[in-house]
C-alpha cells in the first residue's frame, strides 16, 4: 500500500470547519483513500473513504485532488468531541473478496479549542 | 446491538505467562484482524483471518497466536516468546464479500495488556 504523509499536529476552533491534509503521492490507481479517527484510549472510528470523486457523509467530506496525490477531510463544524487522531490511510480493496489489514501511520492530532 | 466486544478492558500478567485475548462480533462480518499499538504510535497488524478456520500473519506475529474455529470469534494469546507484550489490543472486523467494493474495519474498544 502507498505511503501517506500528515502534519503531526493541528488546532481548529470550536464550531469552525476543520481541514486535515494527507499527501499521498504515490498512490496507485486502484488505491482508496480511507479516512479513520481514534479518540484517546478508544479503537480508531472509521469516517469516510473514497476513490476519485468527492465524497461526503454525515460525519465529515472528504476532498480528492484531481491527480489523487492529496486528499482534504474536512469536518464542517468542529466540536470538542472531534479532538482526537485522524489517520490517512491508502490500500488496495479487492473486489473480488480478499481484505486485509490497514496500515496506519501516526496521525494528525487535531486538538478543538473552546 | 451488533458489535465487537473485547474483554477484559485491563489486564495484567506476570512476565513468563501466556495470555489470551477475546475478541467476539455480532456483525456477521467474514473478516476479523488483530492490531496492536504502542504509545503515540500507529497501529499495526498482527494477524487476521478472512474467514473460518484460515488465517494469515501480518507485521508482527511473532509471539503471538490466534484461532479462528467459529465466525464470531477471534481470540489472540500473547506467548512468553512475546518480547514486548504491554500495549493495547485492538480487535477489528470487515465484510469480505466477493463483489464489495470497499471494506471498512469495525474496531472493538481494545485491552490495554500490561505485563510485568
Known amino acids: 500500500d502507498a505511503k501517506t504523509t500528515q502534519p503531526t499536529s493541528m488546532d481548529c476552533a470550536e464550531g469552525r470547519a476543520a481541514n486535515l491534509p494527507c499527501n499521498h503521492s504515490?498512490?496507485?490507481?486502484?488505491?482508496?483513500v480511507y479516512w479513520y479517527r481514534q479518540i484517546h484510549s478508544q479503537g480508531p472510528q472509521y469516517i469516510i473513504h473514497?476513490?476519485?470523486n468527492n465524497e461526503t457523509n454525515e460525519m465529515a467530506s472528504l476532498i480528492i485532488t484531481e491527480d489523487r496525490k492529496s486528499s482534504t477531510l474536512i469536518l464542517p463544524h468542529a466540536t470538542l468531541r472531534d479532538t482526537a487522531v485522524y489517520y490517512c490511510?491508502?490500500?488496495?480493496?479487492?473486489?473480488?473478496?480478499?481484505?486485509?489489514?490497514?496500515?496506519f501511520g501516526k496521525g494528525t492530532h487535531l486538538i478543538i479549542q473552546p | 446491538d451488533g458489535g465487537i466486544t473485547q474483554s477484559p478492558k485491563y489486564l495484567f500478567r506476570k512476565e513468563g505467562q501466556n495470555v489470551t485475548l477475546s475478541c467476539e462480533q455480532n456483525?456477521?462480518?467474514?473478516?476479523m484482524y488483530w492490531y496492536r499499538q504502542d504509545p503515540g504510535q500507529g497501529l499495526r497488524l498482527i494477524y487476521y483471518?478472512?474467514?473460518?478456520?484460515?488465517?494469515q500473519k501480518g507485521d508482527i506475529a511473532e509471539g503471538y497466536s490466534v484461532s479462528r474455529e467459529k465466525k464470531e470469534s477471534f481470540p489472540l494469546t500473547v506467548t512468553s516468546a512475546q518480547k514486548n507484550p504491554t500495549a493495547f489490543y485492538l480487535c477489528a472486523s470487515s465484510i469480505n464479500s466477493e463483489g464489495r467494493a470497499s471494506y471498512e474495519q469495525y474496531f472493538g474498544p481494545g485491552t490495554r495488556l500490561t505485563v510485568t
Open positions: 456483525l456477521n462480518h467474514d473478516a
Open positions: 490511510i491508502v490500500r488496495v480493496v479487492y473486489s473480488g473478496g480478499g481484505a486485509d489489514g490497514l496500515t
Open positions: 483471518s478472512q474467514i473460518v478456520n484460515d488465517f
Open positions: 504515490t498512490i496507485s490507481g486502484n488505491e482508496y
Open positions: 473514497g476513490l476519485k
